[in-house]
């Protein structure tokens, strides 16, 4: 017993704290570095949106329309005259909103139907997988336009009908994660355990698909926004006169010759805020690379 | 009811290779086909054999971790497949398991207390936080933990020590029953001797009864009252350790028995009957005698008729599956 | 090749001389010296065993020979010198033409050492036709049944158009073996090359291993944690723990006397098969676990895990002593051991 009660040295140096070296690991990536401190920036801006805009955004001015940019309106007027930066700061919000409502809410969807489907597998997992099959198959903007033609426009079908498309890769990437975790031997030690099955979904493979989730997350995030800017675009998303991105670059295009800003300001905006997250979601990727393997 | 604490009668699992619901299952494994084993309370029963003999299944069927596909078990004179879930759970507390891997046994998001209280929590043993800590704790301090390190995560720990975390687990719920799948064979010589007098140690301590997994003679030889020799789902032999060694009946534990290499370099001298040919496919086993294909012995009888696993000597205590014995 | 040096050396010095190998890893949290002053030999048509626990540093040291040791390691000193060429100052055209010709290595995992979209006959003769040219498909194919038969694969012919999942461990593992040979090299460096297979193969395995021993005069550098393997197969055995050499000797005398208490205490742990009957008494088990590589011990490397430890130890690490002396055996082959009890005389060699 001698040599069993002196109590194992515990490797003498302590390993970093994981998280410290993930950090690190993703801050020595650039570009996403970068996107985050864009999207900390676009942020605050909507947050702090009313403080900043210099004029409301929705106030219809008569004989400003088409201003150029200019001290006063940096990005010139649109064709109601309303200002055209301060109509993309407010846009920030519904960006935001679209893009992390119906990403949570389809990321819930799909945790749960991949959890469901890999774990018990067999019929269950037949059927969920079918029906995400069939989803991925469908072009997922047309299937959107069905569900907001169908329901009408309005930003709470928004959710519905984007949340509607998005469980499927999540449910997939969660299940595969599930069946790799199903046959590991700490998942059986709880089994033998006798652990609840939804116990051990919840506490051991659900925490264990946590880096998937939160790169999936981040990237989830720019297709929504991409989404919603095309619904509007074609007029079955946000309506006038929300200041949605994807709408002002629908209303600007008429204009594009005459007041190209009208159209291109908030695309760029788009563009500029889908990067950000893609470069912050590649980013993470990188970083949690090791943990992604299980 | 012959006194035994697990008693198992030809038990059977088949897999299906291919399972779904459109495809067709094509061939069936039988990966434990018809084993009837008597584990005697306070014993240590070996199980050997090579890959694909079946002999981890096995261990899962015993406690009903996985499902027999047929066959009966009982634990403690119970029937153990006539329980319902609720009943198969309360019965799970007297039966454990201790696995191979000392890196894929424990949960690597979990802190080594959670993992130590994770039987403590899933059937509500101890009130409270502060009686759980102190439960495990106790637990640390008998597998040779240092308490202290309860907060730490497994990825700080070495082999041995992840494989005394997967011990304390097991033991938390005071089970009579332990079935250990290799639980040293990832575990370096010096770190193996210290488990291996550890689980010799908790066996006393706690009167436990040991189904011991192997695929290492040695190891097998050093911990084990009785034997039993796997090969392609089948029990070949079994009897006590000593005499299965220093005697084999059949010609396959003969073969495994002189194949490990030993410590010794005058082994060299010595003209050892070496095992010729693979091991078959579990998919398509040979007629007959499985073990045929391989066997310098083999008749034309071993191909037409399965030996019967049939009882020798006094009591029954020894028995072989081979129509030729040796000795 | 080097054979121009003469005959003579062919008795007397050593095929490979490996001297003060040194290979580091640098990590952010510090350097972890792998393999720390190692020196090995191994003579023309001898067997070397290296035998060791996980992390002694017993693979890294045959990575380092043939540049195969990749960032973050870097062999930062010492010498190997092969047929009197330094392999360590080789470019790495010049080992690309040593591996695999007059160096072949085997590893521990069969399966993933062979590419699995050629056949085993492919693989075996684009590593002969790539190392000897102008040697034809056709004729390549033929040494490669040859060679296939020699290695014992059944059906040799048949197997060459085999692919590398229909194949089992033991076979694909002779395939490797065959691979290895091709080449007729002076060296084979075996990695655990039984550790992944099943008991009877290992055992067709070893007695492979030794038959071409015999027949080809090939000399083997063979890498294990089992010690079983060790003694039934090698001339001569280092002990390695923790980056270095601990104890060095001929086979037969290793195992009857061994003097580092490293080594007693690996040999003590082993549960045998042999065993005497009776009550079970508890293995020796050596206390506590490998050292951290990052934060080694001042002293003796192993002090704070043996039972003979002395002041002396924990103050200053023992050289590699001579310790023939104390085994009754003096004047025999060499016989070292890294411990300061070969120094006190005689005191080391009793059980």
Known sequence: MSDLTLGPEVAQTLPEPV??????????????VVGLGILLIVAFVALAAPLLAPYDPYKVKLGEQFLNPSWNHPIGTDMFGRDVFSRILYGTRISLLIG???TLISMTIGVILGLVSGYFGRRVDFLIMMLADMVLSFPSLLLAMIVMYTLGASLLNIFIALSAVGWAGTARVVRAQTLALKNKEFIEASRAIGTKDIAIMLKHILPNCLPQLLVLFTL???DSILSEASLSFLGIGAQPPAASWGLMVAGGREFLFNAPWVAIAPGIA?????????????????ALDPYLKS | MSGALVEARALTKLFSVGDGMFRKSGATIRAVDGVDLDIRERETLACVGESGSGKSTLGRLLIRLIEPS???????????????????????RDMQIIFQDPYACLNPRMRVEDIIAEPLVSHDVGRGKSERRDRVAALMDLVGLNRGFMSRYPHMFSGGQRQRIGIARALALDPKFIVCDEPVSALDVSIQAQVLNLLEELKEKKKLTYFFISHDLSVVRHVSDSVCVMFLGKVMESGPTAEVYAKPLH?????????????????RFVEKPILQGEIPSPVNPPSGCRFRTRCPFAAPLCAEIEPPLAGRGPDDERRVACHFPRA | MSDTQGDTRRETAGLLEIQGLKTQFRTRRGVVPAVDDVSVSVGRGEVVGIVGESGCGKSVTSLSLLGLVTHPGKVVGGSALFDGVDLLTLDNKGIRAIRGRDISMIFQEPMTSLNPVYTVGQQVSECLRSHASGVSRKAARASVEEMFEMVGIPEPRARLDAWPHQLSGGLRQRVMIAMALICKPKLLIADEPTTALDVTIEAQILALMKDLRRDTGTAIMLISHNLGVIAETCDRVYVMYAGRVMEEAEVFELFDSPTHPYTRGLLASMPRIGGERGPRKPLYSIRGNVPDMQQLPKGCRFAPRCDFAMARCVESEPPLLDASHATGNPGGKPHLSRCWLAEASGAGGQQ
Not at chain 1, 273 to 284: E, K, Q, S
Not at chain 2, 251 to 264: C, E, H, I, N
């Open chain 1, 220 to 222: 989830n995030i720019p």
């Open chain 2, 251 to 267: 010609p396959y534990t003969m073969f495994l028995v002189s194949a490990a290499p030993r410590p010794d370099p005058r082994q």
């Open chain 2, 70 to 92: 047929s066959g009966s078990l009982s634990f403690g004179g119970n029937d153990l497949l006539a329980l319902g879930s609720r009943a198969l759970r309360q019965r799970k």
């Open chain 1, 19 to 32: 998280w410290k070296e993930i950090v690190a690991a993703f801050a020595r990536n650039r570009l996403a």
């Open chain 1, 270 to 286: 788009i563009l500029i805020t889908v990067l950000a997250f893609n470069f912050l979601g590649d980013g993470l990727r990188d």
């Open chain 1, 100 to 102: 992390l409502v119906p």
